[in-house]
């Protein structure tokens, strides 16, 4: 686990440790716009970003096919990336307090399960069907092909 949280962090992060192990990371409660360099730590299964300064969820966080919790609430974001809902194994999210202005308030707090099929709904068949090979691939499911 990596807590960086109330530490006055501001602007991009960018400084992912490089780890295979690395389960949890906690940045919440910072001043961060952006965090890239998600891909180091690939079996992140927790990611904590709520009280921060983020107007786009990064790409990254779509690459994370072990994720299980994503607490994003309390920022500035207007939108979330529908890839989001393609991530199986995340079963908890947390979206209170952002300016989401595609997403009514009954979705924002109606829990994961229902958030991802909403989100779903906005990706059309090849994108998912590309996603989900990539996924496949990713985490070595027999059969799969890049």
């Known amino acids: 686990m990596l807590d960086l949280h109330q530490n006055q962090l501001s602007g991009e992060f960018y400084s992912v440790p490089t780890s295979k192990k690395l389960d949890s990371l906690l940045l919440s409660f910072n001043f961060i716009t952006g965090i ?6 690939p079996n992140l299964s927790v990611l904590d970003l709520h009280n921060n300064k983020l107007q786009n969820l990064p790409d990254g966080v779509c690459t994370l096919y072990n994720l299980k919790t994503l607490t994003i609430s309390n920022n500035d974001l207007s939108d979330i990336n529908p890839k ?4 199986d194994s995340l079963v908890r999210i ?6 989401l202005r595609a997403i009514k308030p009954a979705m924002r707090s109606a829990g994961a399960v229902q958030l991802k099929k909403f989100l779903k709904l906005r990706l059309d068949d090849s994108e998912i069907a590309q996603e989900e090979k990539k996924q496949a691939v990713v985490l070595g499911i027999p059969g799969a092909r890049s």
């Open 36 to 41: 890239i360099n998600l891909d180091r730590c």
């Open 84 to 87: 989001l809902s393609l991530l």
């Open 94 to 99: 947390t979206i209170e307090g952002n300016p």
